[in-house]
């Protein structure tokens, strides 16, 4: 099932909030998302389509008791005050709501050639050579009883 226009505003609007442009970085809603949302309908797993629809829904309209207004239609400072709160709410289920729209919100993001370039740099050290152990402390094949 593909989103409706209403919901498309409100899924944008929201991660917008989420993942706003700062300190010379590109936002969410500055990056193309047709592509990613073809294959977001086509791959992701029923269950996330439908929490990230239910997350949605739920935020969007649970603004109106707690802020006056649905979401989309919140001025900026009230809509990173009500994502915060929402994000620290005692009840998991709210917290996960959140979670839910930031997991594929920076899937989203970061499907972007640009935003990746940007933010995802190699470590200053990483052409040398690591020389770190890096075997498995679980691992007991090589261990006898």
Known sequence: MSWTSFERRWRDALLAAMIPAEGGRPGISEVEQG???????????????????ASVWALTWSAVPLAGRPFHRLSPEKKDRFLNRRAASRLYLVRQ?????????????LSDD?????????????????KTDRTDPTDRSDRTL
């Not at 990746?116 to 740099?121: D, I």
């Open 35 to 53: 592509a990613f949302w073809e294959l977001y309908r086509e791959a992701a797993p029923p269950v996330l389509r439908l929490g990230l629809r």
């Open 97 to 109: 709501l959140v979670m839910t729209l930031k997991l594929v919100g920076c899937f989203l993001w």
């Open 114 to 130: 640009d935003v990746r370039a940007r933010v995802m740099k190699p470590a200053p050290n990483a052409d040398k050579t690591d």
